[in-house]
Structure formats: C-alpha cells, structure tokens
T-cell receptor, first 114, second 114 residues
Framework: AQKVTQAQTEISVVEKEDVTLDCVYE???????LFWYKQPPSGELVFLIR??????QNEISGRYSWNFQKSTSSFNFTITASQVVDSAVYFC???????????FGKGTRLHILP | GAVVSQHPSWVICKSGTSVKIECRSL??????MFWYRQFPKQSLMLMAT?????????EQGVEKDKFLINHASLTLSTLTVTSAHPEDSSFYIC??????????FGSGTRLTVV
C-alpha cells in the first residue's frame, strides 16, 4: 500500500533562514510519482513539483529545491532564504502508476516569522 | 494550463438537507476525477474515485449512500452530501488527471452544516 510520512507537523523559522521539509514514502510499485503542494490559508492547492520514480535528479526552481533519494525513499523540499509569503501548509504526495490515485502526507505547517 | 472549476466555493446548509458540489474540467476531458475531504488542520483524505460512465470507487470507511458521486460526462463530476449533519462540515476538494499526466485540483468547497 502507498503511504507518505511527513514527520514534521509544524516548523517555525525566521525570515531569510533556509528550511527543509521532510517526506518519506512507501510503495511497492517501481513506477510512481511524487509531488509537493502548497496550501495557503485560502485552501487552494498550489502545485509545486512532480517527479517520477525513474528520475532521481535533484530539481531547483528559484528558492525551491527538491532532493529525491530512492535509497532512503525520501523526497525532501528545501526553501532557501525563506520569506513570509512562504508560510503555508506543505503536502508531499504519492501516486502509483497502477492505481492512479494520489495519496497525501499529513502536511507540514510552515511559519515564516518576520 | 489545465483548469478544474469547483462550485460552490462555500455553502451553509441546515442539518438534514442535501448539498451538491460540482467539479468541472474546463479545457480537458477527465475520465477520472477524485474527491477528497479535509478537516481543519488535517490532511486531504481520498473519499472516492469517480469514473465517467460507471460507478464510483469509494475508499474504505466512506459511506456510499451518504456521499453520492455522479460522473455523467467527461467534464463533470458531482458529489452530493445527502442528509448532511454537522460532522460532515469540512473542506471538499476535487481533482482530475490532466493532459500533462499531473493532477489539477479544484479550488475546494467549504461546507458548513448547522
């Protein structure tokens, strides 16, 4: 069965600090997809990244970067030089190619303090 | 990009009444849509997978007779909460697999049952 664990329930950092959000996943499939979403207070989900299981290259997009390591089943997300606008709940998610449904972790609530 | 329109964005209803939530893919055809429920400060829990032209597949623990799902066309899926009670108050959000292979989410519906 597919499972996503985000051990950090809540994190608070001061603006401009770097912060890493952890994500560990479980799956029996060899083909799967990993995602990160941001959920601001409005509730809408903002897509950040999708990574397939065959692409272990790290990704950087502006201040955001992702580290995918199949050996540890982790897909961690780092925000560099955090800003107050980064405050939100961040969800890591997993979908398996065989069943198409996307399962979410419990989320990490990130507070960026001015 | 792909857009999923979800209506209404919020609704207040009396206990015992039914509420219908619509999820429409605007610029792509969605043979499969997913319905999630999110209680305050919790994760998104998959309720059911909606398949065009066939019965929905419900997750374990989700009452089929209470949460009626209809996916009558390739662009529209509806979730009807029947005989709603205060404990059904939640944030409901739909998603569809889009033409990029990713998932596009609606903006969500905040249901309050009084």
């Amino acid at each position: 069965a597919q499972k996503v664990t985000q051990a950090q329930t809540e994190i608070s950092v001061v603006e401009k600090e770097d912060v890493t959000l952890d994500c560990v996943y479980e799956t029996r499939d060899t083909t799967y997809y990993l995602f990160w979403y941001k959920q601001p207070p409005s509730g809408e989900l903002v897509f950040l990244i999708r990574r397939n299981s065959f692409d272990e290259q790290n990704e950087i997009s502006g201040r955001y970067s992702w580290n995918f390591q199949k050996s540890t089943s982790s897909f961690n997300f780092t925000i560099t030089a955090s800003q107050v606008v980064d405050s939100a709940v961040y969800f890591c998610a997993l979908s398996e190619a065989r069943n198409d449904k996307i399962i979410f972790g419990k989320g990490t609530r990130l507070h960026i303090l001015p | 990009g792909a857009v999923v329109s979800q209506h209404p964005s919020w609704v207040i209803c009396k206990s015992g009444t039914s509420v219908k939530i619509e999820c429409r893919s605007l610029d792509f055809q969605a043979t499969t849509m997913f319905w999630y429920r999110q209680f305050p400060k919790q994760s998104l829990m998959l309720m059911a997978t909606s398949n065009e032209g066939s019965k929905a597949t419900y997750e374990q623990g989700v009452e089929k007779d209470k949460f009626l799902i209809n996916h009558a066309s390739l662009t529209l899926s509806t979730l009807t909460v029947t005989s709603a009670h205060p404990e059904d108050s939640s944030f409901y959000i739909c998603s569809a697999r889009d033409f990029t292979g990713g998932y596009t989410f609606g903006s969500g519906t905040r249901l309050t049952v009084v």
